[in-house]
């Protein structure tokens, strides 16, 4: 059975993230996030509800590993925005994966 830091880590590579991104979602560093992942340290409470919608995980899975029924529940909030279908995750999923100055360029070119 994995732990929270195992857990933590599959949550944020399921999204294509890295531990920087992550930590900038977050406003923390991303030697924060390495702790966290290597068990040296865990988040404080005040995190918890952002990592949640971060991650699109349920709290009781990424810190117990308790999904009713075994598995992962389908997020129905990503990065903290309602994701209607599975198309409007993908691109979520990769405007996050950007550098800042390309989601500007890219939210430049659309309006």
Partial sequence: MSGFPERLKAARLRLGMT???LGFELN????SV???ENGREAPGFRLLPRLREILGISLDDLLCGAEPG??????????????R???????LKSFRR???????ALLDMIE
Wanted: charged share 25%; aromatic share 8%.
């Fill in 28 to 31: 923390v560093t991303k030697a």
């Fill in 85 to 91: 279908n599975e198309a409007e995750a993908v691109l």
């Fill in 98 to 104: 950007l550098s800042a100055k390309r989601r500007q």
């Fill in 34 to 36: 390495s702790a966290w």
């Fill in 19 to 21: 531990q920087e991104q």
């Fill in 70 to 83: 075994g598995g992962t529940a389908e997020p129905r909030y990503l990065y903290g925005a309602e994701v």
